[in-house]
């Protein structure tokens, strides 16, 4: 039997177990939802805007479970071409124009990706919130008329990490994330993601237009919208290697 002094403490050591479990469970489906649970192939178009000018990008995306991830640059023309893989932890960037392969370092996970808001660590390092984040529901609020979770995100110890913490505002329904905020080590914050334009895609509802905002930069934001997606499509493994960097169209 177990002592009654004892009761309330373990009943809130087990409540913290349960909270703790729920939102690493969010944070999994939200995941699961926007890259599939095998795997996913997108098509997208990326708007980089700055107070004096703005240009666009294709590209390509492939990618299987949380440890593979192949981007493909489709225009423009003086950036077609160009490409990156992911393979666990590893990363590297394939330039048709120079005929190189160059494998990127720890410290190149916090540059902007193709001179966008989002960071190599954004684009291709999927697996981070899932694995090396501990994850915490810290609150309900209510974005763009959809209830959502807040989650708080705090990094493992000697996760290999860019940020200090996270929030996600994922959705009750769906699954969805719909905000995301970005904070450096010393608890600052660094950027605002924001979801919508939710629509029916491929047999799931997934918002189709992201737009992120630098904290420390007004007016700068970079806009991401899906043009087209599939989610568990077959693809080996095979497919994500340093050959097919070179050769993938």
Not at 60 to 81: C, D, F, N
Not at 121 to 129: A, E, G, P
Not at 170 to 191: A, F, G, M, W
Request: glycine fraction near 4%; aromatic fraction near 10%.
């Amino acid at each position: 039997m177990i002592p009654r002094v004892l009761l309330p403490t373990l009943l809130i050591s087990a409540t913290q177990f349960l909270v703790g479990q729920n939102a690493s469970e969010i944070v999994r489906k939200a995941d699961e939802m926007m890259r599939g649970e095998k795997s996913s192939y997108s098509e997208m178009t990326m708007r980089i805007v700055r107070p004096k000018w703005e240009r666009s990008l294709s590209f390509k995306s492939w990618s299987k479970g949380t440890e593979l991830s192949l981007v493909y640059i489709t225009s423009p023309a003086r950036e077609k071409g160009q490409a990156f893989l992911k393979i666990n932890r590893e990363m590297w960037s394939w330039n048709p124009t120079i005929n190189r392969t160059v494998k990127l370092p720890p410290s190149m996970l916090s540059q902007g990706w193709m001179g966008s808001d989002f960071t190599n660590d954004d684009l291709l390092n999927q697996r981070s919130i899932v694995v090396d984040y501990n994850h915490t529901i810290s609150g309900e609020e209510q974005i763009d008329g959809w209830d959502c979770w807040r989650i708080t995100l705090t990094p493992k110890p000697d996760a290999p990490v860019v940020w200090g913490k996270m929030f996600l505002w994922v959705t009750k329904k769906h699954y969805l994330i719909l905000k995301s905020e970005y904070y450096d080590e010393e608890q600052l914050l660094v950027k605002t993601e924001m979801a919508h334009s939710i629509k029916d895609v491929d047999g799931r509802t997934i918002p189709t237009i992201y737009e992120l905002f630098p904290a420390e930069e007004p007016g700068n934001r970079t806009i991401v919208e899906l043009n087209a997606i599939k989610f568990n499509i077959d693809i080996n493994d095979s497919f994500f290697s340093l050959r097919n960097l070179t050769q993938v169209k």
